[in-house]
């Protein structure tokens, strides 16, 4: 991979800061003493530095030696000093609990410049420390596949550590060479500049000896990733070492990190089938102990690798997720929904789980896991009046700060369950205020979506409609020489229907006929749930009994509004039945909405927006529309039941005749 970032900053990552300054000989030149010396003896000025020494001797940067017995491999000392200083030291190595501290003190530092001053008080520190502040320098600048401040390279703390591991890079212990070049990698070094040149030749010869851990494997196979994509020779080589290495005696951080890296593009077109397959099975006897950032990386990595064979795994992940929830971090919360909804799995338990923990957090969460929760709530069919009552809450004094999309995608969850919060007219008040101050920032899809879910539960943003229907909207809902998709064509006519059927003032642009459907069933992305095979057949048979034949009554009948009926009953004046193919006479219409599971939120009892609107269009059109839903029909157990409950359902004010 090439990495640009170098080319916008006037120095060579080789060039670093490498000791006191002592005067070796006089001279006529000057040199500024915070100007930095290469290897080769040039003098590199920092971007900024414009003073010279106005004595007449000549200065040079140079490390400290120390006596032989004091050099390995496994620390680097900082010495206190203007300009930070660093050597390898044998004495007075860290301990674990000083390492400990350490990385707990950086994980606190909030900005590069803290972590600057934390490396000058820190007396002695582990190559595995040093390569642990620059990967901190990384979590703290990385914006969007850059550095947010590329300047803060020419830090002289930086520059100075980074030298030391240029010239100690064989001494290096494997653990810390191959953390420190993917760290060098995540702040975008050149990989020609001779750090990191010095550091991937290094970590080939330790990888020929074959002695490296599964983890320093991996993430050697991070940072060749970065640095050379998934083609990369190395990668290869250490994949074979990872294959030969028994599965049993993996760490569950070994399982983890070999997920992430398969997950990082090793594993992508196939490749490591019969390895996927074998963690797969091992994972899931170790679930139960694994932590919550385990449990999130590894349910990241089955969705980037779209493993849908491995469910088993997946659900066992799930219930152990149920134990994490109030301990999930928002991004592994969000990682872990975005993977139930992936593989299109939830738990009762972990239902529960989420009903007690988000209210409490609905005011503090990233806006992105509040708005992957509903989202989550809202694919599964979930209706949580608790979560959602809490998100309605902070949704209105929140909603400033999230992005158009997260306002989408929470309003949508709301309209697919057809459910109204409590503080329903603040919350689309709301969402009316956000349109007319960012209507310009919406997607144009992700605004029909918005405008649309809003009208499934009654709200009519009547103002911003009219601007959907303009010529300039529609071209832009225009895929590149492609047309409209037909699912978003269905959203536009249903929207237009609304409006004209609901909202009689409305005088609008109308929707050209070119841009509407004839039928909102369709497969994928339907306006409708067809209807269920197996209530159906049970509620013709009964239709049969009480009508006292088949041709009284029509099945998925088409409408001219797009809607199609589950069955229609046509009647005359009088009331009396018309067959069904019979179109003069006809008084009155009857809609039988036979409505099964799927038509229903999966928890309670209620209808999904679709259905919900549907059936209020239907009643708008002139139709009687008689609900029968699964949940009483499916209670009788005779024929005769089944005949009288109808009977009741479709005629409640006649007799029933007997055939």
Not at 275 to 286: F, Q, R, Y
Not at 531 to 542: A, E, I, Q, R
């Amino acid at each position: 991979m090439a990495l640009k970032l170098i080319q916008r900053i006037p120095f060579r990552i080789r060039c670093y800061p490498v000791g006191s300054v002592r005067p070796l000989s006089t001279s006529s030149q000057s040199l500024c003493v915070t100007c930095l010396c290469t290897s080769a003896g040039r003098c590199i000025r920092i971007r900024g530095c414009r003073k010279l020494l106005q004595d007449s001797v000549t200065r040079s940067l140079t490390t400290i030696v120390r006596e032989p017995a004091f050099i390995t491999s496994s620390s680097v000392g900082i010495h206190r000093d203007s300009v930070p200083r660093f050597c390898l030291t044998q004495l007075h190595r860290p301990t674990a609990i000083e390492e400990q501290s350490f990385l707990h003190r950086l994980e606190t530092c909030s900005s590069s410049r803290q972590v600057f001053r934390l490396l000058r008080s820190v007396e002695i520190m582990s190559d595995t420390m040093a390569a642990a502040a620059l990967h901190r320098v990384a979590d703290l600048e990385q914006e969007g596949g850059a550095l947010n401040n590329p300047t803060v390279l020419e830090e002289a703390t930086i520059r100075a550590l980074c030298f030391q591991l240029e010239q100690d890079s064989g001494r290096l212990t494997d653990a810390g060479l191959v953390s420190a070049l993917l760290a060098c990698t995540r702040l975008y070094l050149d990989p020609w500049s001779t750090l990191m040149v010095r550091l991937m030749s290094e970590s080939q010869a330790r990888l020929d000896r074959g002695e490296m851990t599964i983890g320093e494997l991996c993430t050697l196979g991070q940072a060749m990733l970065a640095i050379e994509g998934p083609g990369s020779v190395m990668l290869e080589q250490l994949m074979e070492q990872i294959q030969r290495q028994e599965l049993s005696n993996w760490s569950l951080a070994d399982l983890v990190a070999v997920y992430r890296l398969l997950q990082g593009g090793v594993g992508v077109d196939g490749k490591y089938r019969d390895l996927l397959n074998a963690m797969h099975s091992h994972t899931v006897t170790v679930t139960s102990r694994m932590d919550p950032a385990a449990v999130s990386g590894v349910l990241g990595a089955l969705v980037t690798l779209n493993q849908m064979q491995a469910m088993p795994l997946v659900i066992n992940l799930c219930k152990q997720a149920v134990r994490h929830v109030p301990h999930f971090t928002d991004e592994e919360l969000t990682h872990v929904l975005g993977a139930l909804m992936h593989f299109g799995h939830s738990d009762h338990y972990f239902m529960e789980a989420m009903e007690k923990y988000v209210p409490t957090v609905a005011f503090t969460s990233h806006p992105e896991t509040i708005t992957k929760v509903m989202q989550f709530f809202g694919r599964r069919n979930i209706l949580s009046p608790p979560v959602f009552d809490a998100i309605a809450e902070s949704f209105v004094y929140r909603a400033d700060d999230y992005s158009t999309s997260q306002v989408a995608r929470q309003i949508m969850a709301f309209g697919k369950l057809g459910y109204l919060p409590p503080n329903a007219g603040q919350v689309f008040g709301k969402v009316e205020t956000i349109l007319h101050t960012r209507f310009s920032h919406f997607q144009p899809r992700t605004l029909l979506n918005l405008l649309h879910a809003c009208t499934l539960v009654e709200r009519f943003p009547v103002n911003f409609v009219s601007k959907v229907f303009s010529s300039y909207f529609l071209q832009q809902l225009q895929e590149q020489g492609m047309g409209i998709d037909r699912a978003v064509l269905a959203e536009l006519t249903q929207l237009y229907m609304t409006v004209k059927l609901e909202c009689p003032f409305y005088e609008g642009p109308k929707l050209l006929p070119k841009y509407c459907v004839k039928s909102f069933l369709m497969s994928g992305r339907s306006l409708e749930t067809p209807v269920d095979p197996h209530l159906y057949n049970s509620v013709k048979t009964g239709l049969v009994d009480l009508l006292g034949d088949r041709s009284y009554f029509g099945s998925k009948v088409l409408t001219p509004y797009c809607y199609t009926l589950d069955v229609e009953i046509k009647l005359d004046e009088e009331g009396y039945v018309l067959p069904a193919s019979q179109t003069d006479d006809v008084y009155k219409r009857i809609a039988l909405c036979i409505d099964g599971q799927k038509r229903f939120t999966s928890n309670l009892r209620q209808l999904l927006g679709k259905e919900a609107i549907k059936q209020r269009h239907l009643r708008l059109l002139g139709y009687e529309v008689v609900q029968i839903p699964y949940f009483e029909f499916e209670k009788l157990q005779s024929k005769t039941s089944m005949v009288e409950y109808l009977h009741q359902k479709i005629f409640p004010h006649t007799y029933r005749l007997s055939w």
